[in-house]
C-alpha cells in the first residue's frame, strides 16, 4: 500500500511498482495508457488474506480503497485466466467475507461495493466466450472487448479453470450468463479430451483444434484439474466428478512414474518430457483433498528434497539428468509448496509437516525478505533477486503458511480454496441445479466498449 497501490504489484528492491494484471510479468510496456494506474491488483488478492489474519481494520479500509478507487472501465489487454482467478476470485472472495463477518465491520460500512465490481468485471468477461467453440479468447480488452486480430491460442487452464469464480458469481447475482458461459466451455474442452481421456495443453478457440498435444499436470493444464474436484465440493454436480473421476485415472495411469510426474503425449500417452515443474507442486494437496494421501505423501516428499537442495523450489527441474532447466532457474515466490503442506498436515496431524514448513518461512525470510517486502529469486543457483513480488506471494503462499500453524479461520466454517487461494464458503444451496445453462444468443460481441 505505501510504495504500488492502487497499481498491481510490488517492487520490493526499488520501492515501486508495477502493472503486471496487463503486463503479466515484470515489464514497462508501451502500449498502457497514460492514465492507466493499475487495477489494485496486490490489495484484491489480500482482502481474504487479512480476514485470514483476523485484520478488519486494514480489510475495512481496503475495502474503502477499492470502493473508493477501483475501475475496470480502462483500455487494457488482460489475460481472462489470470484476471479470473486474480480479481474477480478477490472480489467474490472478499464479498463473500465481509458478509459473514460483518460484525466485525463498521456498521454500514459495507454495502456489496465488492460484489458490484465483480458484476461489473464478469460482464466485460463475456465477449471473450463469444466463438464458435464457447472457448474463450484468452486475452481481451477491458473496455473494448475482444480486438481485432486477436490470438486465437488458449491453455487448457485458460478455458478449463473459470467455474469456480463465474459460477458463484452467477449465484451471488441471479444472472446465470457467468456460469453458463464458463460451463459451456469447460464442457467442450472435455469433449475434445483424446481417447485416453487426456487433454493438451494449447488449443485454438475458434476451430477447438490441438496445438500443443504434449501435457502434464504443470503450467497451461494444472487447474484444469483442480477445477474439477472443487466444482464438484462446491456446486454438487455429479458431472464434475464424472470428468474429474476420469481425468484422474488417466494421470495416473499415462504421467505418474513413481513419485513423479512427467508429461506425455496425449493421442498415445507416451512420455515427452521429463521434469519437474514448481506448479506441479500443488498436485499433492489436490490428491490429499481426494483422499489419496499416501500417493500425495511420496510426491511432497521429492519435492522437498529438491526444495532441501536448492533452498528453495526451482521453475523447472530436468528430472532425467538431475539438473536445473538452463533458463527457467527462478523462484517467484510461489505457493503450491506450502500449499500442498498444508493439505497434509490437516489430514494427518502429522507434525513433519510443521518442520517442513519452518524450513520453507526460514528460506523466504533468509533469501528473499527485503527491506521493501519479499523479492523473487531470479537465479536459484547463485539466489540473485529480481524486484517482483507477486500478488499470488499474499494472497496464497502466506496464507498457506499461516493456516497451517493457525487453522482457526476454518472452525467454524468449511472452504474451498480457488487455485489463487481465494476462500469460497460450501454452502448446501449452491448444490441446487443452477437456472439455466443455455448461453444467450444475444450477447454483443463488443469492440466499442462496454459501458
Excluded at 490489495?43 to 479500509?61: A, I
Excluded at 461489473?120 to 475482444?146: C, D, H, M, Q
Excluded at 503450467?219 to 455429479?238: H, Q
Amino acid at each position: 500500500m505505501t510504495y504500488a497501490f492502487p497499481h498491481d504489484e510490488l517492487k520490493p528492491l526499488t520501492k515501486s511498482f508495477t502493472d503486471s494484471l496487463s503486463e503479466l510479468g515484470n515489464l514497462n510496456l508501451e502500449h498502457l495508457p497514460q492514465d492507466y494506474n493499475g487495477s489494485a491488483l496486490t490489495l484484491v488478492e489480500s482482502l481474504s488474506s487479512l480476514v485470514v489474519l483476523g485484520n478488519f481494520t486494514e480489510f475495512e479500509r481496503g475495502i474503502l480503497c477499492l470502493s473508493e478507487n477501483l475501475t475496470f472501465d480502462v483500455d487494457a489487454r488482460i489475460n481472462l485466466f489470470e484476471c479470473n482467478i486474480r480479481l474477480l476470485g478477490g472480489l467474490i472472495s472478499a464479498h463473500l467475507l465481509a458478509k459473514d463477518y460483518s460484525s466485525h465491520l463498521k456498521d454500514g460500512l459495507y454495502q456489496d461495493q465488492l460484489l458490484h465490481l465483480a458484476e461489473n468485471l464478469g460482464n466485460r468477461f463475456l465477449p471473450a466466450f463469444e466463438t464458435p467453440t464457447g472457448l474463450p479468447y484468452a486475452w481481451i480488452n477491458l473496455k473494448y472487448g475482444v480486438m481485432e486480430n486477436e490470438t486465437t491460442e488458449t491453455s487448457t487452464s485458460g478455458c478449463g479453470s473459470l467455474i469456480l469464480e463465474m459460477g458463484v458469481l452467477s449465484r451471488l447475482t441471479g444472472d446465470s450468463r457467468y456460469e453458463a458461459a464458463a460451463l459451456r466451455a469447460l464442457r467442450k474442452l472435455w469433449s475434445l479430451r483424446s481417447s485416453l481421456n487426456l487433454v493438451g495443453t494449447t488449443l485454438d478457440v475458434l476451430t477447438g483444434k490441438w496445438i500443443e498435444y504434449s501435457s502434464g499436470i504443470g503450467a497451461g493444464v494444472d487447474s484444469f484439474y483442480e477445477y474439477l474436484i472443487k466444482a464438484y465440493i462446491l456446486f454438487g454436480s455429479d458431472e464434475y466428478w464424472d470428468m474429474f473421476h476420469s481425468a484422474y485415472l488417466a494421470v495416473q495411469k499415462y504421467f505418474r512414474h513413481g513419485p513423479w510426474y512427467h508429461e506425455a503425449d496425449m493421442r498415445t500417452g507416451e512420455a515427452t518430457h521429463w521434469q519437474l515443474t514448481s506448479l506441479q507442486a500443488f498436485w499433492p494437496g489436490l490428491q490429499t483433498l481426494l483422499g489419496d494421501v499416501a500417493a500425495a505423501n511420496l510426491s511432497h516428499r521429492e519435492f522437498y528434497n529438491v526444495w532441501q537442495r536448492f533452498g528453495v523450489l526451482p521453475e523447472r527441474y530436468l528430472l532425467d539428468y538431475g539438473i536445473l532447466h538452463p533458463t527457467e532457474k527462478y523462484y517467484p515466490l510461489r505457493p503450491e509448496f506450502a500449499e500442498s503442506t498444508f493439505y497434509l498436515y490437516q489430514a494427518t496431524k502429522d507434525p513433519w509437516y510443521l518442520e517442513v514448513g519452518e524450513a520453507i518461512i526460514g528460506s523466504l525470510n533468509y533469501y528473499t525478505k527485503v527491506d521493501g517486502g519479499f523479492a523473487s529469486v531470479r537465479d536459484v543457483s547463485t539466489m540473485k533477486l529480481e524486484d517482483h513480488q507477486h500478488s499470488f506471494f499474499l494472497s496464497e503462499t502466506c496464507k498457506y503458511l499461516f493456516l497451517l500453524y493457525d487453522d482457526s479461520f476454518l472452525r467454524n466454517q468449511n472452504y474451498i480454496f480457488t487455485t489463487e487461494g481465494h476462500p469460497l464458503p460450501i454452502r448446501s444451496t449452491w448444490h441446487e441445479k443452477f437456472l439455466t445453462t443455455h448461453v444467450p444468443s444475444n450477447w454483443t460481441f463488443v469492440k466499442n466498449g462496454m459501458g
